[in-house]
């Protein structure tokens, strides 16, 4: 495997922000418009979403929040078919944001995730792949500079630790730059310690991951993140006895205990049931899942029915599965219907966003 391909293995759907509050009392200040396009995101109808903020963009260029936000809406569009895989208007907007507000973590860390997508789609094109060393520097310089303004975005910090890690030199990688960043981030917090402990090179088989895991939960037993990070660890176990199994669910009902929004976890213990063909005990987490009490996103629901749904067909019950697809298509009410595929680098356990993005 390539240099270049192995960053792939560096993009984790990480844990992101929410919406920025509205405080506007009226409905077309920009304020209520970003609060507004947030939610109508999460619904799933990202399209209107993308739609409002562009009006809002056209009647006042000069407010950061809607040029952030925009630029957040224009990246979930390459998970549909509206906008092809054209990553260039999200960073044009999120520039523009940088460029009225400039001192903004997070809005360096989000033009450090477009940048690394862009990057990795400019990889695909026999041309365009000559662009990807400028994509994957602008994302690092992007990392470096959230990291500098907020030393504790830890988010940041593990996806700047992991282009360090996994790019070529000549796209900026820098093994004695990551390093020092997995020594920081053991230093700030145990969770993102353990997190980017797993995925620095050497590549880790899945007992040393779950020795890694087990000492943070040993020291800090009432972490939800711990007992997730060790559920999840255990579900990479390729070659798991069913103890194994039992050891996943275990943690990751004391994450959940923890922390209600470990929730979503319980979608990456459907597909690891799936994948063993533990159909019952996969429809279980889902059903679970979907109706989870506080409710878990729209967008998330639907592609728990979805999955249940592939499921269904997978067991030759296809009246079953096109009932589900067309539940989770109605409660979804919007065109983001699709989850990115995994690639064969295989990604940590196929996480979902917690903001409710797959």
Not at 7 to 14: D, E, F, P, S, T
Not at 85 to 102: C, F, H, W
Not at 198 to 214: F, G, L, N
Request: aromatic share 8%; net charge positive.
């Amino acid at each position: 495997m390539t240099a270049a391909s192995r960053v792939i293995g560096v993009l984790w759907v990480v844990a992101v922000l929410a919406g920025p509050a509205a405080q506007a009392n009226r409905s077309d200040e920009p304020g209520t418009v970003v609060m507004q396009a947030f939610e109508l995101r999460m619904a799933g109808q990202v399209d209107e979403a993308k739609r409002l903020l562009e009006t809002a963009v056209d009647a006042n260029r000069a407010d950061a929040a809607v040029q952030f936000e925009l630029a957040r809406v224009r990246f979930y569009t390459i998970f549909t078919n509206t906008d092809g895989v054209n990553l260039g208007p999200a960073q044009k907007a999120i520039e523009k944001a940088i460029a009225i507000d400039g001192d903004n973590p997070r809005y360096h860390f989000w033009a450090g995730k477009i940048a690394t997508y862009y990057g990795i789609q400019k990889m695909h094109g026999v041309l365009s792949r000559l662009e990807m060393p400028g994509q994957m520097n602008k994302a690092i310089k992007s990392f470096e500079r959230a990291v500098a303004l907020q030393p504790d975005f830890h988010e940041a910090r593990v996806d700047l630790m992991g282009l360090y890690d996994r790019l070529p030199w000549f796209a900026g990688g820098n093994k004695s730059k990551a390093r020092q960043q997995l020594h920081k981030l053991e230093q700030l917090d145990p969770v993102y310690g353990a997190k980017a402990r797993c995925e620095i090179q050497p590549r880790k088989t899945s007992a040393e991951k779950i020795a890694i895991w087990q000492k943070v939960v040993d020291a800090h037993p009432d972490n939800a993140g711990a007992h997730a990070g060790l559920a999840g660890a255990y579900m990479q176990n390729d070659g798991a006895q069913a103890a194994d199994t039992q050891y996943a669910v275990d943690h990751l009902n004391r994450a959940i205990e923890l922390d209600a929004s470990y929730c979503t976890e319980l979608l990456n213990l459907a597909r690891y049931y799936a994948q063993a063909r533990e159909h019952d005990k996969a429809e279980k987490a889902i059903r679970r899942f979907v109706n989870f009490d506080p409710a878990p996103p729209v967008a998330l629901r639907a592609n728990g029915l979805r999955q249940l749904a592939r499921i269904k067909k997978a067991q030759q019950k296809p009246d079953e599965a096109k009932a589900l697809q067309a539940e989770a298509d109605d409660r979804r009410n919007g065109r983001f219907t699709r989850c990115p595929r995994q690639t064969s680098t295989r990604l940590r356990s196929n996480h979902y966003d917690r903001e409710g993005l797959p």
